[in-house]
């Protein structure tokens, strides 16, 4: 081992880092403020609302108005510790109602990107809103209507103040999202990001699973890579990690401190970063390299033609997408290839490894063990 990987596990944080909310939980605040002005004439302040995992936590509203058929709440974004580009944004959710038989309908007001290329979990021409804060949204709509008696017809519009300039700052460009920030979250909370922080939460996880004899750990992505692969092996919550995007964090820590058998799982697009040996699979300082995953289709059997829209393609999921027009399974590849590097990482250690690729809702795609 070198001097920089012991320094690197060694290094504590010298202070526990303050969580945030994200734009999905702001917006669902807003959305449920504004709505509630709109249905009785009163806005909620604080508002609170219910997370995916539970938590309820208040949010203040630091602007608001009412009209007669039209209603407005603006939160101002806390990220806690985390160096977000949107801390201290102010994130406005206006409703009014919509002809019945409309149902929810999303709009992307000033500040709210929208999107233009394939290859993103909202389809081409809609608000940048994703899923799960729609979900959030779609929930608070739904309970709110039906408690007083209407249908579920509302406009909800989305604004961020200042987030065209702000969404410069992201890959949002990049990625064919025009005219803002995206809405996002799956949890609705903003966990600080801290590198030395988050690896040593890592070793501390592996370090509590050797504790308790644990034969078989799990790294995941994230959130519902997790809930797959831990259904699918049957592991306690104690034996999941929460790797993130700190795949070598993870692995080298493993390489000095084994566990008999490791589980990798992830995302389409960050397994293709760890198979073409990224061990950091943060967006920020790692892509997924088109012109490799191209030469992977090709070995597969791709033609010219899927080719050169392999290496046009905007995401690692719309390159996913095209190949599976013409049944060429790169998942497969992808999740060998993403073995390999987690078994050079950890050299000689004594750890069986798998690997799980997975789709955005967690669905197993597949399996290299």
Same mark, same amino acid.
């Given at each position: 081992?070198?001097?920089?990987?012991?320094?690197?596990?060694?290094? %504590?944080?010298?202070?526990?880092?303050?969580?945030?909310?994200?734009?999905?939980?702001?917006?669902?605040?807003?959305?449920?403020?504004?709505?509630?002005?709109?249905?009785?004439?009163?806005?909620? +302040?604080?508002?609170?609302?219910?997370?995916?995992?539970?938590?309820?936590?208040?949010?203040?509203?630091?602007?608001?108005?009412? #009209?007669?058929?039209?209603?407005?709440?603006?939160?101002? /974004?806390?990220?806690?510790?985390?160096?977000?580009?949107?801390?201290?944004?102010?994130?406005?959710?206006?409703?009014?109602?919509?002809?019945?038989?409309?149902?929810?309908?999303? /709009?992307?007001?000033? &500040?709210?990107?929208?999107?233009? /290329?394939?290859?993103?979990?909202?389809?081409?021409?809609?608000?940048?809103?994703?899923?799960?804060?729609?979900?959030?949204?779609?929930?608070?709509?739904?309970?709110?209507?039906? $408690?007083?008696?209407?249908?579920?017809?509302?406009?909800?519009?989305?604004?961020?103040?200042? &987030?065209?300039?702000?969404?410069?700052? #992201?890959?949002?460009?990049?990625?064919?999202?025009?005219?803002?920030?995206?809405?996002?979250?799956?949890? &609705?909370?903003?966990?600080?990001?801290?590198?030395?922080?988050?690896?040593?939460?890592?070793?501390?996880?592996? +370090?509590?699973?050797?504790?308790?004899?644990?034969?078989?750990? @799990?790294?995941?992505?994230?959130?519902?890579?997790?809930?797959?692969?831990?259904?699918?092996?049957?592991?306690?919550? @104690?034996?999941? *990690?929460?790797?993130?995007? =700190?795949?070598?964090?993870?692995? $080298?820590?493993?390489?000095?401190?084994?566990?008999?058998?490791?589980?990798?799982?992830?995302? =389409?697009? %960050?397994?293709? %970063?760890?198979?073409?040996?990224?061990?950091?699979?943060?967006?920020?300082?790692?892509?997924?390299?088109?012109?490799?995953?191209?030469?992977?289709?090709?070995?597969? &059997?791709?033609?010219?033609?899927?080719? $050169?829209?392999?290496?046009?393609?905007?995401?690692?999921?719309?390159?996913?997408? @095209?190949?599976?027009?013409?049944?060429?399974?790169?998942?497969?590849?992808?999740?060998?290839?993403?073995?390999?590097?987690?078994?050079?990482? @950890?050299?000689?250690?004594?750890?069986?490894? +798998?690997?799980?690729?997975?789709?955005?809702?967690?669905?197993? *795609?597949?399996?290299?063990?």
């Amino acid at each position: 081992m070198d001097a920089g990987e012991n320094e690197i596990r060694l290094e %504590k944080p010298a202070t526990a880092l303050r969580r945030g909310w994200t734009t999905g939980a702001c917006a669902t605040a807003g959305t449920k403020a504004a709505l509630t002005a709109l249905l009785t004439g009163d806005f909620p +302040d604080p508002v609170e609302i219910t997370l995916p995992k539970g938590e309820t936590p208040s949010f203040a509203l630091a602007r608001e108005t009412i #009209t007669d058929n039209h209603t407005m709440a603006g939160i101002i /974004k806390d990220a806690g510790d985390d160096p977000d580009v949107t801390h201290g944004a102010l994130v406005m959710a206006s409703v009014r109602r919509l002809p019945e038989g409309t149902g929810i309908v999303f /709009k992307a007001g000033i &500040g709210v990107g929208t999107v233009t /290329k394939n290859g993103l979990p909202i389809p081409v021409g809609e608000a940048a809103i994703n899923p799960v804060p729609r979900r959030m949204m779609t929930e608070v709509v739904t309970a709110l209507c039906a $408690k007083h008696g209407i249908a579920p017809d509302i406009e909800i519009e989305i604004a961020i103040e200042n &987030g065209a300039e702000l969404a410069l700052q #992201t890959w949002n460009p990049r990625l064919g999202i025009i005219g803002g920030l995206s809405v996002l979250g799956t949890t &609705g909370i903003v966990h600080p990001y801290s590198c030395a922080a988050w690896i040593h939460s890592i070793h501390r996880g592996i +370090d509590v699973a050797r504790a308790e004899g644990f034969p078989h750990v @799990l790294g995941a992505t994230g959130s519902s890579s997790e809930r797959t692969a831990q259904r699918f092996h049957g592991l306690s919550d @104690l034996a999941c *990690l929460d790797m993130g995007d =700190f795949a070598g964090g993870l692995l $080298k820590y493993l390489r000095v401190h084994p566990v008999p058998r490791l589980t990798i799982a992830g995302g =389409f697009a %960050k397994m293709c %970063k760890l198979a073409q040996g990224a061990l950091d699979l943060h967006s920020g300082r790692s892509q997924v390299d088109m012109e490799w995953l191209a030469a992977r289709a090709v070995e597969l &059997g791709a033609d010219a033609v899927l080719q $050169k829209r392999i290496l046009s393609a905007n995401t690692a999921m719309e390159a996913l997408e @095209l190949t599976r027009d013409q049944g060429i399974n790169l998942p497969s590849v992808i999740a060998v290839r993403a073995r390999t590097t987690a078994l050079e990482t @950890l050299r000689s250690a004594p750890v069986e490894v +798998d690997v799980m690729v997975m789709d955005r809702a967690g669905a197993l *795609l597949a399996h290299a063990e």
